[in-house]
């Protein structure tokens, strides 16, 4: 008697052979504990027809393995098409077993790219799977290719070289010119998740700026300075700051300019004869000290070599250095004393024509 049903049930496999996913799938699945059956419920199992009673068979019945299951009875069919999927019963009748082709329309795929997946009719009078959901299909062309996220804070610190696509990688290097620590290449996975952490940048400082020579530093002197450290600079008195009054530690470990120079004042060369200093017409002696200070122009007289007249020509002070121009005399002790009126700074200027 169990001889006799199992031979019956090989005949029925070799009969739905040709349609049945377990007739190439070789022997029926053990039913899966967990998994699978949590979204179905299955028929009683079985091991044969014995145990089934007399409406039922023990057939196998997909994931749920060897199940009490009545042939005879089917899955729902037709089905409705909707506006993306096109149906296709294969067997005969939609009954135990039967398999159904889902096709998407035209133009659309399923989520594996297919556009054609087979749905089985089992014990439960259920077709198998889950209706599946056609969608546009991806042509290089219109869509982009998904990428993996690289936030800001990652943009914000890292040149990158490559477009962070879906199966392409990409390298990094530090916008601050700092080292790379961690991986300087990073490759964008299927499931658009890098497959390593992003790296960091070796955090910069600043080496101490040379010394200012007849200057302060407005700071606490360190060995090295942080990025965005700011050195503030005094010049002593009598000396005048030349350059920046303020450098910045920038992000690749460089001040933002370099440090000044505190530049000194000059001695006036000229004691009788007056000069211009800042658009005033002095005396050397009625300045202080007798000095300008750096940077400063001071404009002396010259004598035209032929015509009795006076021109000017100026000379910048630099650093503590101020040359007479060449062609400035200085007027001895007697000219100066007897002939005050003739001294050449104070004689009549020349005409705008007589000085070439
Ligand atoms: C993405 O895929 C990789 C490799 O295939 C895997 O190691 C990783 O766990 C997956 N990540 C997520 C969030 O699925
Ligand atoms: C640091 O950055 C500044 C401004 O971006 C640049 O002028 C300087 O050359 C850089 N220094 C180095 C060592 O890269
Ligand atoms: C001095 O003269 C130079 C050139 O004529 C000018 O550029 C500069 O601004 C002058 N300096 C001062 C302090 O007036």
Redesign the pocket.
Known sequence: MMMDSALLLLLLWALIGTTSPQASAGPCVERLQGGERKTRACPRTCKSDAECGSKRQCLCDGECGLSCVAPGRTCPWPLHSNENLVFRLVSATPSFSALLEVHCKPGLTLPDGLDVTVRRCQGDRQWSGDEPICAEAQSPGHTPPPTCPLPEEVINTFSIHGDASVGTSIRYSCLSGADVVGSRENFC???Q?W?HPHPVCKKLFCQPPKEVQQGYVVAVQKTEYEVAFDIHYLCKKNYRLDGPQKITCLSNGSWSASPPHCRARCVIPAERSRVVIGGVKRWPFDVTDAMVPHGENVTFYCKHPKKQCSFTAAQACFDGKLQTPECYLEPTWLQYKLFPHRLVSEIETCAPGDVE
């Open positions: 996975q299927d499931n998740t497959m």
